[in-house]
């Protein structure tokens, strides 16, 4: 018999009996996997672009040097996602719930000033998320796609939007597995 409640028909999988135990440590080391591999494909695409760059050692090969480089405006993004993705993930989630256990339903959050600051820190926090994403994009079409000069260099523009999306994606990995109660924390009511 289905279940009423249940949003899709298909069923995912559920998580071995060894791996629920410990679903919070998993989430935190898929997320530092996945930042790792974000700042990863940024600084292989910065080593491309100063190989390019590296003016031969021999007289008698001709330099021409590419028309566009990474420099430090294609670091920018990456850095304020960094930036977000800190700020949010420093932010107490507790801070974001009532005593009844939801969202902040029975307290209007204005009168609430720990919880109004919380707030205003995840909102700066996504700020950075948001512009170093935009800022990746634009990026990528200003300098990469409509510079005569870059042609050929597409890949530099787009190891930065995929550092960005790495990186987002750690952001929703670390909220989701901090979520999870550890198997060391306890809840003490008295």
């Not at 998993?26 to 695409?45: E, H, K, N």
Request: glycine content about 8%; overall charge neutral.
């Amino acid at each position: 018999m289905n279940d009423p409640r249940r949003v899709c028909r298909v069923q995912l999988p559920t998580l071995p009996p060894a791996l629920r135990a410990n679903k919070r440590a998993l989430g935190v080391y898929i997320a530092g996997a996945v930042f790792a591999t974000g700042w990863w494909l940024f600084f292989d695409a910065c080593v491309r672009s100063h190989t390019l760059h590296k003016q031969p050692t021999s007289p008698d090969k001709p330099y021409d040097p590419p028309g566009v480089a990474i420099k430090f405006d294609d670091w920018i993004p990456g850095i304020s996602t960094t930036i977000g993705l800190v700020i949010v993930n420093l932010v107490n989630k507790q801070h974001l719930l009532d005593e009844n256990g939801g969202l902040g339903a029975n307290v209007p959050w204005n009168d609430d000033p720990i919880m109004w600051r919380t707030r205003m820190w995840l909102f700066i926090g996504f700020a950075f998320l948001a512009g170093g994403m935009a800022g990746s994009v634009a990026l990528m079409i200003i300098k990469y796609m409509l510079n005569v000069q870059a042609e050929g260099y597409l890949e530099f523009g787009l190891a930065s939007i995929l550092q960005n999306v790495l990186l987002m994606l750690c952001v929703v990995l670390l909220w989701f597995s901090q979520r999870v109660e550890s198997e060391y924390e306890y809840n003490l009511t008295l």
